[in-house]
Each structure stands twice: as C-alpha cells, then as structure tokens.
C-alpha cells in the first residue's frame, strides 16, 4: 500500500515536471525561435537541471515536437451532431486562433521550414500536417454526406482547406494590413459552396 502510494506520487510528479518543461519549452521557442533556443536555455526556463530535460526528451527536435503536440491538443474542437455547424464552427476558432495564439503558428511557420531540412522536425511536421487534414477531411466527409454528395471528395476539399489556412496563417504573421477575418469568411463559403456543388470538383482538364 505504501509502496503503491509512493509510486503514484513519483508518477505524478514526473508528469508535472514534463508538463513544467514542455511550457518552459514553448515560452523559449516563441521567444528566441528554433534555431536560437538551446537545451540549456529550456532547462534555466523551466528551473530545472538540463539532465532533466534530456530525461524526459532525447532530442531538442523531439521536445519541440512534443511542444507541438501540447499546443494542438490543446487546440481541440468540441464536436457537434450537425456537420455543417461543426464546420462553421472550425472556420470560427481558426478566426480566433488567428488573434489569441500567433505564438503557435509562429512557431509552426516555423517549424515548417526547419523540416525541410532536419529529417526528425520534417518526419514530426508531416505526420502533424497528415493529421490536421485528416481532421478536417472527417469534417468534409460529414457535410458531404448531409448534403447527400459523395464522400470520396472529401480528401479535395480537406487538402485545398488546409492549405488555405496556412496561406491565411502566414499572411497574418507577415502582413498587418491583411484582412485575415474575411479571408476565413471567405474560404468558408467556398468550401460550403463546394460541399453542395460537387461538378466543381470533378472537372478535369
């Protein structure tokens, strides 16, 4: 019983300090960028021993990905029964992501180009990237389906939407005179608009 007690406390304790390092983590990295930011300058964040760091994360690309993945998963949408409205819905925290969190999408832009050429943050940044689409391909898949068309142009429409959201993410970074707000409107209504009008997907040529 006591032993149990001290193993749970200990894991608790592990996850806290992992949690403390992947928030210390992200206030470096928004702060000084990938390239600047080192493992000493996480752990002297967080207040803890770089040996620590390298405990819980065997790699700064490793930390970072798993930065990453705190900032998505907290990101998450709450879902809905009417397709449409999850998808509004979507459109709607993206336009409030774009003002409350250009931290991560500053690092995420970021974090992009890194990839092109650090094998560990491009593996990451792919397998993140597939895994976004794919959120918002299940989102397709739904409206299409409750508009009666069908769902095989669901993978079309999430690849042209993410896409899209990144153009509207750097633009924002990039350029304050940008109208980010009504491009989001904007893509919205065409991606409703190609939900119903699914001739617009299928020409070729």
């Given at each position: 019983m006591i032993a149990h007690s001290f193993n749970s406390h200990r894991t608790a304790a592990t996850a806290e300090t992992?949690?403390?390092i992947l928030q210390a983590a992200f206030r470096a990295?928004?702060?000084k960028g990938y390239e600047h930011t080192t493992i000493k300058d996480i752990a002297e964040e967080a207040g803890v021993a770089q040996g620590l760091v390298n405990y819980h994360f065997k790699s700064k690309q490793g930390l970072v990905m798993a930065v990453l993945a705190m900032c998505c998963a907290e990101m998450q949408l709450p879902g809905r029964d009417d397709a449409l409205a999850s998808a509004l819905d979507a459109f709607e925290q993206f336009k409030s992501m774009l003002r409350s969190r250009r931290d991560v999408h500053r690092l995420y832009i970021q974090l992009i180009g890194v990839g092109l050429h650090d094998a560990e943050v491009g593996a990451g940044i792919l397998e993140?990237?597939?895994q976004n689409r794919g959120d918002v391909e299940t989102i397709?898949?739904?409206?299409?389906?409750?508009?009666g068309q069908p769902p095989e142009l669901a993978p079309p429409v999430a690849a042209a939407v993410w896409g899209a959201t990144l153009g509207i993410m750097v633009q924002t970074l990039i350029d304050r005179d940008f109208d980010a707000y009504a491009a989001v409107d904007a893509l919205a209504a065409m991606a409703i608009a190609a939900a119903n009008h699914p001739e617009?997907?299928?020409r070729r040529g």
């Amino acid at each position: 019983m006591i032993a149990h007690s001290f193993n749970s406390h200990r894991t608790a304790a592990t996850a806290e300090t992992r949690q403390k390092i992947l928030q210390a983590a992200f206030r470096a990295l928004s702060r000084k960028g990938y390239e600047h930011t080192t493992i000493k300058d996480i752990a002297e964040e967080a207040g803890v021993a770089q040996g620590l760091v390298n405990y819980h994360f065997k790699s700064k690309q490793g930390l970072v990905m798993a930065v990453l993945a705190m900032c998505c998963a907290e990101m998450q949408l709450p879902g809905r029964d009417d397709a449409l409205a999850s998808a509004l819905d979507a459109f709607e925290q993206f336009k409030s992501m774009l003002r409350s969190r250009r931290d991560v999408h500053r690092l995420y832009i970021q974090l992009i180009g890194v990839g092109l050429h650090d094998a560990e943050v491009g593996a990451g940044i792919l397998e993140d990237m597939r895994q976004n689409r794919g959120d918002v391909e299940t989102i397709a898949r739904e409206v299409l389906a409750q508009s009666g068309q069908p769902p095989e142009l669901a993978p079309p429409v999430a690849a042209a939407v993410w896409g899209a959201t990144l153009g509207i993410m750097v633009q924002t970074l990039i350029d304050r005179d940008f109208d980010a707000y009504a491009a989001v409107d904007a893509l919205a209504a065409m991606a409703i608009a190609a939900a119903n009008h699914p001739e617009y997907l299928t020409r070729r040529g």
